[in-house]
């Protein structure tokens, strides 16, 4: 499963289940853990590792590289999305002096 950072997709796994079905999205490479355990236990979300699907470039062992996501109601992961921006906004802040 591919999925492009920010982005929300359900699962075409889960599809069949009506009410309450799951979605994922990729959380942008360099988010602290803190901050995604923050996000997930605010809001009822889970961090899971899937493996992204890149082309092969030649016949070498090829390793599937992962990527860590959120797990959710699409309700939950827009309103992630909008928490882990503030906090990584806020960290800019603190580190270029401004408070």
Known sequence: MRIPDGKIRMNSKDQNTKAG???????????????????????NLTVE??????????????????TLVLKGSKKNLL?????????????????SGDK
Not at 21 to 43: D, F, N, Q
């Open 21 to 43: 079905r799951p979605y994922y999205m990729a959380v942008p490479p360099g988010t602290p853990y803190s901050i995604m355990a923050e996000a997930a236990k605010k809001l």
């Open 49 to 66: 590792e899937l493996e992204m699907t890149l082309p092969q470039t030649d016949d070498e062992l090829y390793v599937s590289p992962r």
């Open 79 to 95: 309103k992630a999305k909008e928490f882990i921006r503030e906090k990584l906004e806020e960290r800019i802040r603190i580190f």
